[in-house]
């Protein structure tokens, strides 16, 4: 482009040196010396607040088509952060220090906006880093976007028509309630939602924090991870946390995976399981009565 402006310069003074013409009042004969200078390129940073027509995982700057949040969806951005201070080369992976930073705030952020813990409804929670490209020309944002699930076993994103801000805000239809459990052997192969005051013999009781060691070690141990679950049972429905508990309940749990594992969560979904009979209302607070021991 100075190319281009500096031949047109040189064409017209030749010009008025043909012509004999002066310069006009007001000028200093230099054309070129008052353009601004170009500034430095500015990184393209999302912004929080937008829905989008597919959750993503890496943020391509030519998929981003964010829409308003009253238009067909399935994710939503509730918050952007910054990686301060990273390094690396490239955009941090799963279970890098970096990761575990951005998971940790998008998580606290999320619960604040959704007004409750995300773990405990069907809710999904993604983070989203930048394209190796941007990455690569200073781009450090990161996005915490989150989608509403199909079911416990049915992890698909749902076509949503409004924002998920305040959505577990009191009773929401989105937390996780009452089920029936399908089981093969040991094994749980699906979790059917139901209405407390239908028949049936789980319930969701809350979440059990795993202490932080490797994955593998974690899933060693699933007694342990009942024995937390237990406890879980014991606060919610109000009754002793002793060892008669596994004589009243049994549980069932649902922990995450192993790059959710390595990116932070730690938190377990922890539901209890009637074997010998059905309920029809909610055992939360209900004590001892509701759940004898047998």
Known sequence: ??????????????????????RPAGTDGDLVDDWASIGAPAVFTPDSGNCHGQPQEVGYLSAYAPVDCAQPHRAETLHVGALTGATESSPPAVGSKGMRAAFGECDREVRRTLGGDWRGARIGLTVVLPSPQAWTGGARWFRCDVHE????????????????????DGSSPLRHGCFNARIDGDEVTEMVAVACTARHRAEFVGLWRAPDSSFSAFVAK?????????????????VPDDGNLQF??????????????????RSVQCFLWISDRTLTRSVKGAGTRALPIT
């Open 1 to 22: 482009m100075r190319r281009w402006l500096t031949g047109v310069v040189l064409v017209t003074v030749v010009a008025l040196a043909a012509t004999g013409c002066t």
């Open 149 to 168: 699930l199909r079911g416990l076993d049915t992890p698909v994103p749902v076509r949503r028509t409004a924002s998920l801000a305040g959505a577990l």
């Open 222 to 238: 699933p007694e342990r991870i009942h024995t937390g679950c237990r406890s879980a049972v014991a606060r919610f429905a109000k």
């Open 248 to 265: 009243r309940v049994g549980t069932i749990f649902y922990h995450p995976s192993e790059s959710e594992w390595r990116s932070g969560n």
